[in-house]
């Protein structure tokens, strides 16, 4: 396999860099770690003119922070039976991260979930957060040292199948114990207005829709689990109810998983988004790392 492995020196990157040591990567797998750095202006002073300009000096500082914390990981991530890598690079982070990534053929790319950001409450960093939006390729968002035990959650959209193949198909996932949840999430319509004769109309419909979708969902999980097992893996099924996002989270709580796989985007919402709100709000919200896989057909 290929991993690009996006690197700032910060402690959320060397927790990724922890997480890609953990792996069990395919022998001849080829990592690169890769650290960019963003062009630095400066407050000029007054006696100069005023306003703010290109600074050498930092610009060279940076440049051995970035280069000294890149070659700690690279000897970090060493290991005979890979190749291991690394440059430091001009530009914008995300950007970089991205076309690099194309440049390189990455099979994934591995992000810390925050940077050196100043906004600390942050959950997950700008940074990530584009590269997840444009990466050209699956994006593991770290937040784990280690992968034992993983939660699928799955609609049966094609960003969805996409992930299930990583699944069957990656060797970091042979032998470990796979979850696969499914989750029926069934608005209620608003009861305002309706007559007090049509409640009971209304109740039993919402039942029956909630059945039916409990059904689908159902059989959504079973059939991934059949797929998943008939490829040798290790796979159970379960069905929520419920908002979609928490429940995938309490999902990944319940079982003790460290990670969470899931496609960019479901079976509803508007083509034009890059990432859907469940992944979005699975990404931002979990305290496990997420592998998000976009549709193949998804630019």
Not at 34 to 42: A, G, H, L, N, W
Not at 54 to 64: K, W
Not at 122 to 147: K, M, T
Request: include cysteine; aromatic fraction near 2%; charge should be negative.
């Amino acid at each position: 396999m290929r991993v690009l492995l996006a690197h700032d020196g910060s402690g959320h990157a060397a927790q990724a860099a922890n997480l890609v040591r953990d792996i069990r990567w395919p022998p001849e797998s080829v990592l690169r770690v890769v650290s960019v750095i963003e062009p630095t202006m400066v407050a000029m002073p007054m006696g100069g003119g005023g306003g703010a300009g290109y600074s050498p000096q930092m610009e060279g500082e940076l440049s051995a922070y970035y280069n000294e914390a890149l070659a700690e990981a690279v000897r970090h991530l060493d290991a005979p039976d890979r190749t291991v890598d690394g440059a430091v690079l001009p530009g914008r982070p995300a950007t970089v991260i991205s076309d690099e990534a194309r440049t390189f053929g990455a099979d994934v790319i591995v992000v810390g979930s925050r940077g050196h950001g100043a906004i600390a409450s942050l959950v997950l960093g700008s940074v990530s957060a584009e590269v997840v939006d444009h990466a050209p390729c699956p994006v593991l968002v770290a937040r784990r040292a280690s992968l034992s035990r993983v939660v699928f959650a799955t609609d049966g959209s094609p960003s969805a199948a996409a992930a299930e193949a990583r699944l069957s198909q990656w060797p970091i996932f042979e032998g470990l114990p796979i979850h696969v949840v499914s989750v029926a999430d069934v608005p209620h319509p608003m009861r305002s207005g309706i007559a007090p004769t049509m409640l009971a109309a209304v109740a039993k419909a919402d039942a029956q829709d909630l059945e039916a979708a409990r059904e689908e969902h159902r059989r959504l999980a079973e059939e991934c689990v059949g797929r998943l097992r008939e490829a040798g893996c290790d796979a159970e099924a379960e069905v929520r109810i419920g908002d979609a996002p928490a429940e995938i989270i309490a999902a990944v709580d319940a079982h003790g998983a460290d990670l969470v796989v899931l496609g960019s985007r479901g079976r509803t919402g508007l083509a034009r988004l890059l990432l859907g709100s469940v992944a979005r709000n699975v990404v931002h919200g979990s305290g496990a790392s997420v592998l998000v896989v976009r549709d193949p057909g998804q630019s």
